[in-house]
């Protein structure tokens, strides 16, 4: 009941057969070059749409290094980083519409070491959130970020839904315990992929079911902290992300 194994198994159906359409993937790639366009921080590949159908994807080419031959070759770590997590934070809060599956063999890195172009390609497997649910998790990062269990406590609230009454001073206990085990710590003394799942995990224990897509930006900042952790280890997630996260704010407030 807590883990609902027949849902899970109906989104991997669901996620599997969108990855084997490729009419969608070149619809991915249309949309992501036209949310990013004027970034010079990324390319996405041009779809041949003549050359193209149901089986057959044909696209750009990119010459580019894979991320950890990049920083043997003079790459620098805490630029292709930045640029990722820049990247994934604008198409997940800005765009509602994300690349979820950004390991390494996705990333190719072009242009000059100076001056790095991130190209992002097998765009099958996308994430969306709604507006609704957008906000809901720009309000548990700023809760993150400002190291604040109750706000953390009521994020998850909101972007749950109840499956029994759920016993709110025993959840935020069990949320402020998880608060001083991860958070006001660097990047290289915590894993982002625990945070989550235990976060994920408290909220279901105390019935709270967290949708699919919010699991899916789990899922992608996972992968991120892999990278960052092996490329740039002093990275700080949660300190790179305040002044985006409160800008976002900022505009929900504005008059």
Known sequence: RLYQPSKMVSEFDRAITAELDFHLE????????????????????????????HRVLALEFFKGLKVYDAIA??????????AMLTITIKSIFEDGFFHADPHPGNILIMGTPDAPVIGLID????????????DK???????????DP???????????????KVDRAAFEAEVATLSEKYLGKQLKEIQVSALIRDL?????????EIPPDFLMVGKTLMTLDGIGKTIYPELDIFEMTRPFFFEQLKRRYSP
């Open 26 to 53: 070149a619809d991915h790639a249309t949309r992501f070059a036209k949310n990013f366009e004027g970034v010079p921080l990324v390319r996405f590949p041009k779809v041949y749409r003549s050359h193209s159908g």
């Open 73 to 82: 070759n003079g790459f620098d770590g805490e630029t292709i980083t930045r």
């Open 123 to 134: 765009l099958g497997l996308v994430g969306r959130l709604t507006p609704q649910l957008r």
């Open 137 to 147: 998790t720009i309000d548990l990062m700023v809760a993150a970020v400002q190291e």
């Open 150 to 164: 109750r706000g953390l406590a009521d994020a998850l609230l909101q972007i749950g839904t109840p499956t029994k």
């Open 200 to 208: 994920v995990n408290g909220a279901q224990k105390y019935g709270l």
